[in-house]
């Protein structure tokens, strides 16, 4: 689902609201969203601030170094396969993901924590052109109403 935003200043902004097919997903699946979404973004005016938001259904990791210009160094945990995916993606697009970009605690980043594990996650990602970062003030996690009566699977602290 994308929205065409006229903001001020003769500025425009392009939201783009997705779900990406889940690890276990065939890999065409997976190869048709995100040829999808290239094809999404081949239409968005060049001027556009874009902003990509989902459940990309992925795990990011915390090597800014490696991804550096897509990643902030305050990430959690290693990348998965879909994570790979998505950070290529984003790197084709000079995208960032803005949830690792901003230093704060636990519960404001991380919305999902593995009982047996103990392993903590991001599940819904913000990210945004490269370019606006200057834009944005602060990322966080809101719990939802899924979360009301699950506080053993939140990371709280």
């Given at each position: 689902m994308t929205l065409h935003l006229h903001l001020s200043q003769n500025q425009c902004s392009t939201v783009i609201s997705t779900y990406s097919p889940t690890l276990g997903s065939d890999e065409q699946v997976k190869e048709r969203f995100y040829s999808d979404l290239d094809n999404v973004f081949a239409f968005i005016p060049r001027d556009d601030k874009v902003i990509l938001l989902g459940k990309f259904n992925t795990q990011v990791d915390?090597?800014?170094?490696?991804?550096?210009?897509?990643?902030?160094?305050?990430?959690?945990?290693?990348?998965?396969?879909?994570?790979?995916?998505?950070?290529?993606?984003?790197?084709?697009?000079?995208?960032?993901?803005?949830?690792?970009?901003?230093?704060?605690?636990?519960?404001?980043?991380?919305?999902?924590?593995?009982?047996?594990?103990?392993?903590?996650?991001?599940?819904?990602?913000?990210?945004?052109?490269?370019?606006?970062?200057?834009?944005?003030?602060?990322?966080k996690v809101m719990k939802g109403f899924e979360d009301a009566g699950q506080t053993t699977d939140l990371c709280t602290q």
């Amino acid at each position: 689902m994308t929205l065409h935003l006229h903001l001020s200043q003769n500025q425009c902004s392009t939201v783009i609201s997705t779900y990406s097919p889940t690890l276990g997903s065939d890999e065409q699946v997976k190869e048709r969203f995100y040829s999808d979404l290239d094809n999404v973004f081949a239409f968005i005016p060049r001027d556009d601030k874009v902003i990509l938001l989902g459940k990309f259904n992925t795990q990011v990791d915390c090597e800014h170094e490696i991804w550096t210009g897509t990643i902030g160094k305050n990430g959690v945990g290693k990348a998965n396969a879909n994570g790979i995916l998505l950070l290529i993606k984003c790197a084709q697009h000079n995208m960032i993901v803005m949830n690792n970009v901003f230093f704060q605690k636990d519960q404001l980043k991380i919305k999902w924590k593995q009982l047996r594990s103990e392993h903590c996650h991001l599940l819904d990602y913000i990210i945004i052109q490269g370019r606006d970062l200057r834009d944005v003030l602060v990322t966080k996690v809101m719990k939802g109403f899924e979360d009301a009566g699950q506080t053993t699977d939140l990371c709280t602290q």
